[in-house]
């Protein structure tokens, strides 16, 4: 995530400055960053929504798990667009 966060300031500071070509640079370089970032998180939910919670012996377990399931959706939410953050806010 703070890699996708340094990068949007960079491609925010080459568009301010006018310079498109390193703008795109950075637009690109981004989208494939936010793909392996969808990845992971996808990953993770699967593991979080199935055997981790099902099989938690005590609350204190499931109630981690519920949480960290809570801020992976939230993970998605920070970067994703339009249908995906709305997806991911209501999770």
């Known amino acids: 995530r703070a890699a996708w966060r340094i990068i949007m300031s960079v491609e ?4 301010t400055k ?27 939910l699967s593991l979080l929504g199935g055997p981790l919670i099902e099989k938690a012996s005590t609350d204190e377990s499931k109630v981690f798990y519920h949480k960290m399931k ?20 209501e999770a």
């Open 70 to 89: 809570a801020d992976y959706h939230r993970y998605i939410a920070e970067f994703a667009t339009e249908e995906k953050k709305t997806k991911a806010a």
């Open 18 to 44: 006018g310079n498109a070509v390193n703008a795109s640079y950075a637009k690109e370089f981004c989208n494939k960053v936010e793909g392996e970032l969808q990845t992971i998180c996808d990953d993770i």
């Open 12 to 15: 925010q500071k080459e568009t």
